[in-house]
């Protein structure tokens, strides 16, 4: 059985499935990847260079489908602080383990060896120099080529058995695949327009894992507020804070956008794992919005009381002209319940301060997070509570591994989540073909 991973056009691609079987034959040392994304590249090239014999089953025409999204497009492959704040979940310490063993300074070099040069920026996210995701697939399905590791295509795994000292896969177009062992690197439900879904949870579970519930993660949230769409498409510098119970529970700042049903940009994205959590538990948390972060409250008063009195005839609304969006300013005087076409110069000092708190305090209730097809990852998963944090390998079914997205951890914006995706899947390809990383 011939695979072939291509990096070029000219190249054949990976074949799709068609009634194969391949049982009793090098089982003992032959892997089954169930998964073509980041992780299960990285797995099965680690299994692959400990010489087992390695099979990727993807349920897409192509393997790294999603991989070609990440970063909008450029490929975020880590971040340069892996502190284990950055990971969610039940137990995120239990992320601490494969990233230990493959850091992002091993990541970087594993890519600079076939041929991604990487450049770091804000925040401390590396990027390939080409700023092209594409190069990062290109790179990967070449080592997969070049190594030998099989890769079937349209092969979406329905079942899969323990037979024996080994497993039995059972592709949905027919067939079987028999292995000593099986990683599970199926990914999670986030953009199922890109393939995703929960195949690899359902497989789990008939395995006799349990299964946290899950729920979008990195995803826009929706806000009670009729104002909305008079708000839609203006963004800003600023702060977004998660409230409960009148205690702050989480702070992000960043470039944030007004939406037609809520709120967007990198640090709502970081919050909304939280927000989708309470929500879960019935809990109503709030969404604090601070649209001016870099003055203090009596700061802000002057700032206002000199651009109000400066040009005391114009009306209110339109003395922020030159601070504020324009179409921004009628709907935070509507929120702190003052007249815009009075004149600036009439605005007295408790106006101010009602506008100065709508300014650095305005709150709105989280009615609830996009779903799925906007989620850039899954929250939930397989609970590591039965899964070992050293090797990946199920504690319940010995000779099953499981890495990245399928798995209860999830990470912020900002490479987290490519960087858990290249390490848990690097720990469990190692360990699955018998080595492991010192």
Known sequence: MATKSSRVENQRPERTVSGNSRLGKHTGRRIIVVGGGAAGMMAALAAREQGAAVTILEKNQRVGKKLLVTGNGRCNLT?????????????????????????????????????????????????????????????LRYELERTGVEVICEAEVKDIKRTGDGFTVYPAGGGMFGAGRVIIAAGGRAAPQL?????????????????????????????AAGF??????????????????????????????????????????DLSRLAGELLKQNERPLLKIVLINNLSRPELDQLLAGRF?????????????????KRLAPVLLTAAGVGGNKPAGLATAAERKKIAAILQDWRFEISGTRGWQSAQVTAGGVDVAEVDPRTMESKI??????????????????????????????????????QSSP
């Open 79 to 139: 971040n340069m602080d892996l502190d284990i704040a950055h990971y969610h979940g039940r137990e995120p310490r239990f992320a601490r383990g494969a990233l230990s063993r493959f850091d992002n300074r091993r990541t970087i070099a594993y890519f600079a060896e076939l041929g991604i040069v990487h450049k770091v920026e804000d925040g401390g996210k590396v990027f390939p120099v080409s700023n092209q995701a594409s190069s990062v697939l290109d790179v």
């Open 195 to 223: 393939g995703a879904g929960d195949g690899g949870h359902v497989l789990a579970r008939k395995l006799g894992h349990t299964i946290v519930e899950p729920f979008p993660a990195l995803v826009q949230l929706k806000l």
């Open 228 to 269: 909305l769409p008079r708000l839609k498409g203006i963004k800003f510098d600023g702060d977004v804070e998660i409230i409960l119970h009148g205690q702050s529970l989480r702070r992000a700042t960043g470039e944030i956008l007004f939406t037609e049903y809520g709120i967007s940009g990198p640090p709502v994205f």
């Open 309 to 325: 009195q400066s040009r005391p005839q114009k009306p209110l609304d339109f003395s922020f002209v030159g601070f504020l969006n």
């Open 397 to 434: 079914v010995p000779g099953l591994y499981f890495a990245g997205e399928v798995l209860d951890i999830d990470g912020d914006c900002g490479g987290y989540n490519l960087q858990w995706a290249w390490s848990s899947g690097r720990v469990a390809g190692e360990n699955a073909a018998g």
